[in-house]
């Protein structure tokens, strides 16, 4: 192995797998699967951004740093000992949240990269399309339609998992979304938001995307629907570094993830 991957390594790979010129493309990586890189995780960052070329995009899903589950109740809301200490939610300079890696507060600190007003579906996005692609992000069920990720898919956009475990594919919350299958579970929660200066609070709307959206579902379920895609012909994969990398279409990849839950019920 390498003793350190360079951004024309990595784009090489990129390259290879299929990704060029003028695409837009949500990103999931582990970065340690890649390897030791010469500017860290910089460097697959400019290679991503070297392979779509300036007209192209890169995105990630950022979600956002808020209060943990432990400070809330059954229904979403804040408890009262814990409500006057929480960070309000601030598109410019709340941190990702810490459960998708490193790479998602790498891409929303690089200059020039945008992030959607949405805290839990939040997405980063730095290109030629970013702003096209963030905005707008309704407040309310922020992986459904007008949403960064239902123009992704417009944009016939791509999704690469680079070291990423499969299940982490964020793209199938949209499916969730617009499979039309009964009994979605549905979960509000209180978020604090920055405006003028002063914290606002408002109760956002969503199907859950903490657990499977309805019952009969293993937890991990995504992978499983990412395997029976790659295991029908979709997708390509190959290696970015070290890692482990797989890239799909995102309206190919919808597509089967909605017909594959409509199937099951």
């Known amino acids: 192995m390498k003793s350190f991957w360079t951004i024309d390594d990595l784009a090489r790979d990129l390259a290879a797998l299929g990704m060029g010129q003028g695409d837009i493309v949500l990103g999931h990586a582990g970065l340690r699967s890649v390897g030791p ?17 300036a007209d192209g995009t890169v ?31 601030d598109p410019a300079a709340s941190r990702a949240i810490r459960d998708n890696g490193a790479f998602p507060e790498f ?3 690089t200059p020039g990269a945008l992030r959607s007003l949405s805290p839990g ?19 309310d069920y922020g992986y459904g339609p007008g949403t960064p990720l239902a123009r992704l ?6 999704v690469v998992m680079i070291g990423a475990p499969w299940e982490t594919m964020t793209l199938l919350h949209h499916a969730e979304h617009l499979a039309d299958i009964p009994g979605k579970r549905v979960v509000r929660w209180d978020v604090p938001f920055l405006e003028d200066g002063q914290t606002v609070w408002r109760t956002v709307e969503e199907y859950d995307t903490g657990n499977p ?31 482990d990398a ?18 099951r019920f």
């Open 121 to 139: 579906p939040s997405m980063v996005a730095l290109g030629a399309k970013a702003a096209w692609l963030i905005d707008p992000h309704p407040l």
């Open 153 to 158: 898919v417009e944009a016939g956009g791509k």
């Open 246 to 263: 797989l890239l799909v279409e995102a309206p190919a990849m919808t597509r089967f993830a909605v017909d594959w839950l409509e199937r």
């Open 59 to 89: 995105m990630a899903y950022a979600d956002w740093q808020g209060a943990p589950e432990a400070a809330c109740d059954e229904e979403g809301h804040i408890l009262p000992e814990w409500r006057d200490h929480v960070l309000p939610f």
């Open 213 to 243: 959206v309805v019952d009969g579902l293993d937890d991990d379920y995504f992978d499983e629907v990412v395997r029976d895609f790659v295991a029908a012909g979709g997708g390509r994969q190959g290696k970015v570094g070290s890692a």
């Open 107 to 109: 891409l929303r600190t």
């Open 37 to 53: 890189m010469i500017a860290g995780p910089d460097t697959l960052i400019a290679a991503l951004r070297q392979v779509v070329g």
